[in-house]
T-cell receptor, first 115, second 115 residues
């Protein structure tokens, strides 16, 4: 069974500093995607960044980047130059290609940004 | 504008009173899915649909029904709601065509309270 584990229920960071959120996953599939979603107080699920498993290069989106370690099944999110608007719940998620398309989510990490 | 819509956004109801949460997408996506979000549990899949008239159970289907008569709509039906179905519900959709930039698009969420 596919599982996603986020070991940090809560994290905090000072504004303008860098923070890394951890995620590990377990899958028997060879072809899959990994995602980080942001959920602000509005409850909307916002895609932050995606990583295709076949790509060795780590994905980046402006201040957001990932450290994808396929052999270790690790997928951490780094937020650089943290801003107050980054405060939110962050969910790591996995989906295998060619199957039920089910997104398997971690339990989330609540990020607080201190001014 | 490409989007997934859900109605209602908020609903308070009583045990046993049948209700339907509607979901509609305007992107011609084949795949649609329902998730529920509970504190400390992340998001879990309830039901999904690969195409019109094709539906299947997710991880937590008990107490729910779905139908997919049209490609754009995927309503979630609670025949006899119970308090343990109090939750935040998300509808999502995606396309199987073109795996580049694969993403599941989420609706804004429906906050359901069953008393």
């Amino acid at each position: 069974a596919q599982t996603v584990t986020q070991s940090q229920p809560e994290m905090s960071v000072q504004e303008a500093e860098t923070v890394t959120l951890s995620c590990t996953y377990d899958t028997s599939e060879s072809d899959y995607y990994l995602f980080w979603y942001k959920q602000p107080p509005s409850r909307q699920m916002i895609l932050v960044i995606r990583q295709e498993a076949y790509k060795q290069q780590n994905a980046t989106e402006n201040r957001f980047s990932v450290n994808f370690q396929k052999a270790a099944k690790s997928f951490s999110l780094k937020i650089s130059d943290s801003q107050l608007g980054d405060a939110a719940m962050y969910f790591c998620a996995h989906v295998a290609q060619g199957g039920s398309e089910k997104l398997v989510f971690g339990k989330g990490t609540k990020l607080t940004v201190n001014p | 504008e490409a989007q997934v819509t859900q109605n209602p956004r908020y609903l308070i109801t009583v045990t046993g009173k049948k209700l339907t949460v509607t979901c509609s997408q305007n992107m011609n996506h084949e795949y649609m899915s329902w998730y529920r979000q509970d504190p400390g549990l992340g998001l879990r899949q309830i039901y999904y649909s690969m195409n019109v008239e094709v539906t299947d159970k997710g991880d937590v289907p008990e107490g729910y029904k779905v139908s997919r008569k049209e490609k754009r709509n995927f309503p979630l039906i609670l025949e006899s709601p119970s308090p343990n179905q109090t939750s935040l519900y998300f509808c999502a959709s995606s396309s199987f065509r073109g795996r580049v930039n694969y993403e599941q698009y989420f609706g804004p969420g429906t906050r359901l309270t069953v008393t």
